[in-house]
């Protein structure tokens, strides 16, 4: 069945277009409502957002929705992913719904379900979900609509669990950390974990008006805190994306340290204290060949899968794991929470910070990666890559990285751009390789 709503993450696009409308929000709200209706208990559903302007409107909508098939609604107001999926599980509901489009700029937005158990849902129920919406919705009877309320503590519950992440006995007196939050879903929480925790916090990113979410700041945006990290003379900086289910981390020299190797470390601390389950890390597809070999060297397995965390951690799920996640900062720790957390992943790091008693550059640059290059071209449509000429430039580029290197080429599951990765152990062959598919991808369209 081709997917008509649902993508790499829920669903996603510009608001008020296509896909992403408040009668499209209101008619999920139904269909997803209708799919979790199981039960004579009195069902209900979380549903939490980020910082976007078009937040107010698909919350309005989605709260019509599911109240109009019988579901109870709690709103949370502004959180991260993860904590809705907390939530979710913790308050018994049948559901939960995170408004956010991640790292989009503000003028998207997008709609993530979670199931009971606080999992993102599985294909299937995507699949589900997707014939309910081209049915009639199943209004119930007048006294049985539901009721809508919006609790206040929900910040609270949150920061009190990603807390419990970090041993007792572990302070962050004495740390300086900037922390960005995107003016987005963390800009009260993340800081305040932190902080309670016992570190001088520099908070940025944390002025949220509607229209500023990633504008500048964030995990996607690395400069504004590289230099604020210098600045200050900080231990270590924090970028957090939209819906903080992303961290990138900066050294104190103002360097960025991505998600491999926030997992390589993660993974090996806890290699050594024999916590590491499944036997090595799950990543997608875009993770560096530089981890796989580093892991491979202390007796550890990557395993990869397609490109979204959802995938990584239905991966995790099969095999056991404790640790995944992508190279773009999602970290999915399976001991503290069911989805990424950024801020979980966060603490973690600050802790072997203060447990090491090394500076965050020694501390996290674990292994050497490959010269690694990755570009976008953007298409109005249609199927490049199934263009004869472009398959051609591909299978010679294959053969060129064949044993030294590696080539991932895909269509992006949130917009329409066409994604080219290469990478080996010859820089100028890798941006050559690169190069040469992205101009035969542009002449493609």
């Not at 072997?352 to 570009?375: I, N, Y």
Request: charged share 25%; glycine share 12%.
């Amino acid at each position: 069945m081709s997917r008509k709503f649902f993508g790499t993450d829920g669903i996603r696009g510009r608001t008020n277009e296509g896909v992403m409308t408040a009668a499209t929000a209101m008619r999920v709200g139904q269909a997803a409502g209708t799919h979790f209706l199981r039960g004579g208990h009195r069902h209900r559903v979380v549903i939490g957002k980020d910082t976007r302007l078009s937040g107010y409107m698909m919350e309005s909508a989605l709260v019509a929705g599911f109240t109009s098939v019988g579901m109870d609604v709690i709103m949370t107001g502004p959180l991260p992913t993860p904590a809705i999926a907390l939530l979710t599980h913790e308050m018994r509901a049948d559901l939960g719904v995170m408004i956010s489009a991640s790292h989009n700029p503000f003028e998207d937005n997008g709609i993530k379900l979670f199931g009971p158990d606080g999992y993102k849902l599985s294909d299937e129920a995507e699949a589900a979900i997707e014939l309910l919406l081209e049915q009639e919705p199943l209004l119930v009877e007048p006294h049985r609509i539901g009721r809508a309320r919006r609790i206040d503590d929900a910040a609270g519950r949150y920061i009190h669990a990603v807390k419990q992440s970090v041993a007792n006995d572990i302070r962050f007196d004495g740390l300086k950390v900037v922390v960005d939050c995107a003016n987005g879903a963390a800009y009260q929480v993340a800081p305040s974990a932190i902080w309670e925790l016992g570190a001088e916090v520099i908070s940025m990113g944390v002025s949220p008006n509607g229209t500023n979410i990633n504008d500048g700041v964030g995990s996607t945006a690395l400069d504004a805190i590289k230099a604020r990290v210098v600045e200050e003379g900080a231990d270590i900086g924090i970028a957090l994306d939209g819906d903080a289910d992303r961290l990138i981390v900066i050294d104190e020299k103002g360097e960025a340290v991505d998600g491999d190797q926030i997992m390589a470390l993660i993974a090996t601390r806890l290699h050594a204290r024999g916590d590491l389950k499944g036997g090595g890390v799950v990543a997608t597809v875009m993770s560096n060949l530089g981890l796989e070999r580093y892991l491979d060297s202390i007796g550890l397995t990557l395993e990869r899968t397609k490109v979204g965390d959802r995938y990584v951690l239905e991966r995790m799920k099969e095999g056991g794991f404790n640790v995944g996640g992508e190279q773009s900062g999602h970290m999915i720790l399976t001991d503290f929470g069911t989805t990424g957390d950024g801020t979980v992943a966060a603490l973690r790091i600050l802790a072997s910070v203060v447990r090491s008693g090394k500076k965050a550059s020694e501390l996290l640059h674990v292994f050497d990666p490959v010269p690694q290059l990755l570009k976008n071209v953007r298409y109005p449509g249609g199927k490049p890559l199934e263009n004869e000429t472009v398959k051609s430039v591909i299978a010679e580029a294959e053969k060129e990285l064949e044993g030294c290197g590696r080539l991932v080429i895909r269509p992006s599951g949130t917009e329409p751009v066409i994604r080219v990765m290469a990478e080996g152990d010859d820089a100028a062959q890798v941006e050559a390789v690169v190069d040469r598919i992205c101009d035969a991808v542009r002449e493609a369209v």
